[in-house]
């Protein structure tokens, strides 16, 4: 099981901040770091000082770290036409010598979208609809030979003999991460189009369901190359009781909802409940950290949590 650090700026982080917590994630032997995507702060927080965007983030970071994956869970469809993405990814994959992963999904919080002026379909069927043109889009223009063209023709999206620039270092494209626990049309994308599926804060039983209708799907596909599978839950680990109580204070949760939905309690609960994910299939998890001053709660789980799993 590979452990990565999954961060949520929105809710309140400088730069600054996010590359303490980012170069932590290296030296602590961490597999990744990974951000949201959201220009507004959820729920109570004033999410000061205001939002940084993900790809100017992770292009700064790819310049300050040598080793760690890079990437986001999940860069909203709705923000960015998908060639100007292309070419932000790849130049991103550029600065970081082939460290990224792009999560892409649909985009889902209205909100954000009004408070930024950003247009937001009116249904879901529309945003899945550019939401699957935009994977053929970005995933067509990077694994485009070079020399040749990409041409597409959507509803949505049409290019017209794009050169096709520029590639990324990986190749034939940096891996595509797709998430969520939609019954139908989220596993036969990830089938068609992702390297990763991610079920994203769910309990173990209703993350190995949506392992297995995507498992289903990528065999009904035909498909031959292999699918990494991975969840992400929220993180609360503390060497006793107190200090659980007091990182769960810290972001606003409650003790027992958190051993409930999450990962929660002490070093040794934390490593039982990894188990169950690892017994479903998971060989990645997103550790969802929301108090990104306390860098000591990376530093417990890395030297008391990660040696257990190997």
């Not at 982080?13 to 220009?39: M, N, P, Q």
């Not at 503390?238 to 003790?255: L, M, Q, Y």
Request: hydrophobic content about 40%.
């Amino acid at each position: 099981m590979r452990l990565r650090i999954f961060t949520e700026p929105q809710q309140g982080a400088s730069y600054d901040t996010l590359l303490s917590v980012a170069k932590a994630t290296e030296d602590l032997g961490y597999d990744a770091f990974f951000r949201s995507d959201h220009y507004l702060s959820m729920g109570d927080g004033d999410g000061l000082p205001g939002p940084t965007d993900a790809w100017v983030t992770l292009a700064g970071l790819a310049r300050e770290t040598s080793r760690i994956k890079l990437g986001t869970l999940m860069t909203a469809a709705t923000f960015r036409h998908p060639g100007p993405l292309a070419i932000s990814v790849a130049q991103v994959d550029q600065m970081s010598g082939g460290r990224v992963e792009f999560g892409l999904g649909a985009g889902w919080y209205e909100a954000e979208h009004l408070a930024y002026g950003i247009p937001f379909p009116a249904t879901a069927r529309e945003r899945f609809d550019r939401y699957e043109e935009q994977l053929a889009v970005i995933t067509g223009l990077w694994g485009t030979p070079q020399g040749e063209s990409f041409r597409y023709e959507g509803r949505h999206y049409r290019l017209a003999e794009g050169p096709a620039l520029p590639k990324p270092v990986q190749s034939p494209r940096p891996p595509v991460l797709i998430g969520g626990r939609g019954p139908t049309r989220t596993p036969r994308l990830a089938a068609t189009y992702a390297d990763e599926y991610n079920v994203p804060f769910s309990s173990a039983a209703e993350t190995a369901e949506a392992f297995e209708r995507t498992r289903a799907a990528v065999k009904s596909a035909g498909r031959t190359e292999p699918m990494r599978y991975s969840a992400a839950q929220v993180l609360c680990c503390g060497r006793n009781d107190a200090e659980v109580a007091r990182r769960a204070e810290a972001i606003g949760r409650d003790v027992a909802e958190l051993k409930e939905n999450g990962l929660a309690g002490s070093p040794a609960e934390v490593v039982d409940k990894i188990g169950g994910f690892t017994e479903i299939g998971a060989d990645r998890l997103y550790l969802q950290v929301l108090d990104l001053t306390d860098l000591d709660h990376l530093e417990l789980v890395a030297s008391q949590v990660a040696p257990q799993l190997r």
